[in-house]
């Protein structure tokens, strides 16, 4: 995982929504926790973690919207290019896929859905003949789709340079391309500006400062991230990677090997350690969960929180940066990403239009930063990021953090690894052997994995 290329000159990420990485988006195979809104991934097999208020299941992963409407469009319109987006972004999408239709004398229809409906529609409606050319989705989705055989890959050699690596390579199966990025988001560390004025070097200062602000009686909780009573993966992993640790590893194109699993490298281990250590020193505590985490920050009782952008509603009533988490014992921590982006059918009518909408039209500066407009994401184009993060100082601390980020997984052996992983978390937090727990653990998902 060390061979991860960071996004492209810059920093990147993004900002909100993603349902717990995984859902809404996703049954995949890559199920993570639920947060609170949700990172824009979607699979069902691990924590929530991105969902808003929503910190249940322990073996869910963060996932997409989940957003679903009551009777979605069971057949196809009646139109040259048909484009399936949820309701969010549709606005955004059609002022785009009307200049097409225009200058191509072709009829284009943007049918709306709920985010929840648009990868369980694609995989029944396509092969039938009544699915979309395009759709808007998250990148987790693919174990699925691509399985299913209704995507088609994308050669997005001519715009690639405008994109951050991480963004692409999220979009990257099987050694193949199936997306074109729009949106990226993770999490970071936010900081009340009130009680620490300045950033922490290192985690390590961080820990000294929070429990000495707690031990002084100014604050009641250190450190606010959520583990939800058992332990949560996601929030937990820029930590866990900033010490050696990794879920998968990679093969030299990109993608993760499910053969090289991590967690009981021997990063990983080191890393275990140093979770059981902050549990004891009291800076982690198994009970955070996410409604104790909004609460504490947004109301001063915490003088940091490692969230995502979903968050940041609750903490209107605090001055607080963005930013990313310091180094860890000298390492950097590397947050799970979700990246949202345009793909296209495997059974569209007009593949070369559908092609060319999303090369030509939905890959340009102007149409990602309109996508931006509609839903504050930050963009995985550059140019826009940059742009946008220039007048939004949260979209550019929550992009510093994602720079080197990690996909989520999209592959379906994710899905073996949520529960026991979080069961390893809940076990060190109560005091078992931390070496031991992780041990286990990997076991566990080994055979499983083994298992199909």
């Not at 979770?275 to 198994?286: H, K, P, Q, T």
């Not at 059918?345 to 070369?352: I, K, T, V």
């Not at 742009?387 to 073996?416: H, K, W």
Request: aromatic fraction near 10%.
């Amino acid at each position: 995982m060390r061979n991860w290329k960071p996004f492209l000159g810059l920093l990147l990420a993004f900002a909100l929504v993603l349902t717990a990485c995984g859902d809404d988006g996703g049954e995949d195979t890559t199920a993570a926790p639920a947060a609170t809104e949700a990172p824009a991934t979607t699979t069902k097999a691990a924590p929530a973690t991105t969902e808003a208020p929503e910190t249940t299941t322990t073996t869910e992963a963060p996932s997409e919207e989940t957003t679903t409407t009551t009777e979605p469009p069971v057949v196809r319109a009646d139109a040259d290019l048909v484009i399936w987006a949820d309701d969010t972004r549709t606005p955004a999408i059609k002022t785009f896929a009307d200049q097409f239709g225009a200058d191509n004398g072709l009829t284009v229809a943007v049918q709306e859905l709920g985010f929840g409906d648009i990868r369980d529609r694609l995989v029944t409606a396509a092969p039938v003949g009544e699915g979309p050319d395009i759709i808007i989705g998250a990148h987790d989705w693919l174990g699925e789709l691509v399985s299913s055989g209704v995507v088609s890959p994308l050669d997005l050699s001519a715009v690639a340079g405008n994109f951050s690596e991480a963004s692409l390579q999220a979009f990257n199966y099987e050694g193949q391309t199936y997306g074109l990025p729009y949106a990226v988001e993770n999490i970071a560390l936010i900081r009340n500006t009130d009680l620490v004025p300045d950033a922490p070097a290192t985690f390590e200062d961080l820990e000294e400062v929070a429990l000495g602000l707690v031990a002084d009686g100014t604050v009641e909780i250190p450190l606010a991230l959520q583990q939800n009573g058992n332990g949560d993966p996601f929030h937990n992993y820029p930590l866990f990677t900033s010490l050696g640790g990794y879920v998968f590893g990679l093969n030299a194109d990109g993608s993760y090997n499910p053969e090289d699993l991590g967690i009981d490298s021997e990063g990983g281990l080191v890393a275990a350690q140093s979770f059981s250590d902050w549990a004891e020193a009291g800076l982690i505590d198994i009970d955070i969960t996410y409604d104790i985490m909004t609460e504490s920050f947004g109301n001063g009782t915490a003088p940091f929180a490692i969230t995502g952008p979903w968050a940041l509603p609750s903490f209107e009533g605090v001055n607080f940066v963005v930013e990313p988490i310091p180094p860890v014992d000298g390492g950097d921590p590397r947050p799970f990403i979700a990246v949202q982006g345009f793909m296209v059918s495997a059974f569209a009518e007009n593949p070369l239009f559908a092609q060319t909408f999303v090369l030509d039209f939905m890959a340009t500066q102007e149409a990602q930063e309109a996508i931006f407009a509609a839903d504050p994401r930050p963009p995985a184009h550059t140019a826009a990021f940059e742009t946008v993060a220039a007048g939004n100082p949260n979209i550019q601390g929550f992009g510093l953090s994602g720079q080197n980020g990690y996909p989520m997984p999209a592959i379906p052996e994710m899905g073996s690894v949520w529960s026991a992983w979080t069961d390893a978390y809940a076990l060190i937090f109560t005091g078992s052997d931390p070496v031991q727990a992780f041990g286990d653990a990997a076991e566990q998902i080994r055979t499983l994995i083994a298992g199909g």
